[in-house]
């Protein structure tokens, strides 16, 4: 049982290029979500997936798009790169109907732009 | 709008002492509370979760309770360890798949 993994560890991108962050789960949640975190802030919300094929948008979604084909993945997607999303983040998975179950957060990807 | 405010901002103490970590939050209408831990360069660990009809939770040397009309959570930390070194982050469920954090409290526990 790996939990929820996460793709690359690092990433440094220039102003204007696009990439992908993978992000993986195995325990069948059906709730995952994307939190960016910068200095000095909390976590704040992406975007998040209720079950696959259902996605809606967080406190800061501008700059990103996700999709969630299957139970397991939800890639995050960042179009056109800029040097403010300069920032480490997380993926996140939990169940829907369990209130006493936490949210299972994968290790990070800190990512750069210049 | 709910806003999750965690003070101090950082505390340094001797290993061996008891401490409360603070937090505050600003819309007493939440689903739950969870106190996360963080290490350097890692993701966030669960430590307690406080459902909104709960008034506290224990697990070994860590106690969080919850004023749901006061606003406030404290995480209670008994004979800290240089290994309770760590960011600790205050979480608030506020209903609608949506969690609030706070910036968190970075201890550090000298030996």
């Known amino acids: 049982n790996a939990g929820v993994t996460q793709t690359p560890k690092f990433q440094v991108l220039k102003t204007g290029q696009s990439m992908t962050l993978q992000c993986a789960q195995d325990m069948n949640h059906e709730y995952m979500s994307w939190y960016r975190q910068d200095p000095g802030m909390g976590l704040r919300l992406i975007h998040y997936?209720?079950?696959?094929?259902?996605?809606d948008q967080g406190e800061v979604p501008n700059g990103y798009n996700v999709s969630r084909s299957t139970t397991e993945d939800f890639p995050l997607r960042l179009l056109s790169a800029a040097p403010s999303q300069t920032s480490v983040y997380f993926c996140?998975?939990?169940?829907?109907?369990?209130?006493?179950?936490?949210?299972?957060f994968g290790p990070g990807t800190r990512l750069t732009v210049l | 709008k709910q806003e999750v405010t965690q003070i101090p901002a950082a505390l340094s103490v001797p290993e061996g002492e008891n401490l409360v970590l603070n937090c505050s939050f600003t819309d007493s209408a939440i689903y739950n509370l969870q106190w996360f831990r963080q290490d350097p360069g890692k993701g966030l660990t669960s430590l307690l979760l406080?459902?909104?009809?709960?008034r506290e939770q224990t697990s070994g040397r860590l106690n969080a309770s919850l004023d749901k009309s006061s606003g406030r959570s404290t995480l209670y930390i008994a004979a800290s360890q240089p290994g309770d070194s760590a960011t600790y982050l205050c979480?608030?469920?506020?209903?609608?798949?949506?969690?609030?954090f706070g910036a968190g409290t970075r201890l550090f526990v000298k030996a």
């Open positions: 996140a998975s939990s169940y829907l109907d369990r209130p006493t179950d936490t949210q299972y």
């Open positions: 406080i459902q909104s009809s709960q």
């Open positions: 997936s209720v079950g696959a094929g259902i996605t």
């Open positions: 979480a608030v469920n506020t209903g609608g798949f949506k969690t609030i």
